[in-house]
C-alpha cells in the first residue's frame, strides 16, 4: 500500500529537521573539543575561528579559567589523598593534580569519581619516579575513599554469628560488608597512612620497601586501616573469596601453627567486616 502524499511529506519534513540537528551540532561538538584543548594547553594561540580576542586578552582570560579548573582537581583529589599531599607539599600536590588532569579527564558528572586512575598516574609520573611508594600509598587512601562511600549495612557481632549457626559454624560462608577490602603492596604504605594520622608524623619502625597487608574497614563509619601479618591476609582473602569458614582457618593453620583463631575472629568481628553469612551449598 503506497503511503499518501501528506505521509510522504511528513516523513521528509522530518528527516531534514534531523539532518539539520546533526549539521548544527557537529561545528558545537568541535568547538567544544577545541576549547578544551585550549584550556589544557599552556599556549595562547587560539584554535582556528574559536575566538577573535588578541592573543594577550585571550591568554589572561585562559588563565583564570584555568586557574578554576586546576583548583577544582586540586582540592577533588586532596580529598581522597590528603596523606600523599602531606607526602609532596600543597604546591607539588597541585602541579600532580593538573597533570593528571590533563591526561585522565574526568568521565563522569560525579567528582568523587575523578582519582580512581591517580596511583596508575603516579606509577608512571617522571617527576616522581624516586618515589615509587608514591603509587602504593595513593591506591590504599582510593580504597579509603571508595569504602567511605560503600553502602551503608549494618555488620554482625560474632556472637550474634555463633548463636544462629552453633557448632556448624565452620560449614558457613561469611559476608563482607562493602565497605571492607584487603590491600596489599609492596612498599608500607599502610604504615606510611597511620604514621600520617597524628601530628607531629611518628616515625616508622620499618623500612619504606617493606611489604604490607592491610584490612580496610568502616564501622560505625569510622575508616580504619589494620596492617595485618600473611596469615591473617590469606585467611580473609580465603573468606573473602567464599570459602567456608572451616576451609579458611585451615588455610591459618597451615600458615602458621601458632594462630590464635579466637583472637583473630574476634578482632575482624569487631572492625565490622561481616554483614551475613550463608551455608555450603
Not at 550474634?160 to 590491600?183: D, K
Request: proline content about 4%; glycine content about 4%; overall charge negative.
Amino acid at each position: 500500500m503506497s503511503m499518501s502524499k501528506d505521509a510522504n511529506d511528513a516523513i521528509n519534513e522530518v528527516e531534514n529537521r534531523v539532518e539539520n540537528e546533526v549539521k548544527q551540532t557537529e561545528p558545537l561538538a568541535q568547538n567544544q573539543k577545541n576549547f578544551f584543548e585550549l584550556l589544557m594547553s599552556k599556549e595562547a594561540d587560539s584554535p582556528t575561528d574559536l575566538f577573535s580576542t588578541p592573543a594577550d586578552l585571550l591568554e589572561s582570560r585562559m588563565a583564570i579559567y584555568r586557574g578554576n579548573l586546576q583548583a577544582i582537581w586540586s582540592k577533588t583529589l586532596a580529598n581522597a589523598y590528603p596523606v600523599l599531599q602531606q607526602l609532596v607539599g600543597e604546591e607539588f600536590f597541585t602541579y600532580l593534580a593538573f597533570q593528571y588532569g590533563r591526561q585522565y579527564p574526568s568521565q563522569s558528572g560525579d567528582l568523587n569519581l575523578f582519582g580512581d586512575q591517580f596511583s596508575d598516574f603516579l606509577s608512571l609520573e617522571t617527576t616522581v619516579k624516586d618515589y615509587p611508594y608514591f603509587a602504593s600509598v595513593a591506591n590504599l587512601e582510593w580504597n579509603l575513599h571508595r569504602a567511605y562511600y560503600a553502602e551503608n549495612i549494618p555488620f554482625i557481632s560474632l556472637s550474634q554469628f555463633l548463636s544462629e549457626v552453633g557448632e556448624l559454624a565452620q560449614q558457613y560462608r561469611l559476608l563482607f560488608h562493602p565497605a571492607v577490602a584487603l590491600f596489599q603492596a609492596e612498599y608500607a604504605a599502610a604504615q606510611i597512612y597511620l604514621a600520617h594520622q597524628v601530628q607531629p608524623v611518628q616515625t616508622m619502625d620499618v623500612a619504606l620497601d617493606t611489604p604490607c597487608c592491610a584490612l580496610i574497614s568502616r564501622p560505625s563509619w569510622q575508616l580504619i586501616v589494620t596492617p595485618l601479618d600473611n596469615t591473617s591476609f590469606l585467611t580473609l582473602m580465603a573468606l573473602q573469596q567464599g570459602q567456608t569458614l572451616g576451609d579458611a582457618l585451615a588455610l591459618a593453620i597451615a600458615s602458621d601453627s601458632q594462630f590464635d583463631i579466637a583472637n583473630a575472629l574476634q578482632k575482624w568481628f569487631g572492625l565490622g567486616v561481616f554483614v551475613g553469612f550463608e551455608c555450603k551449598e
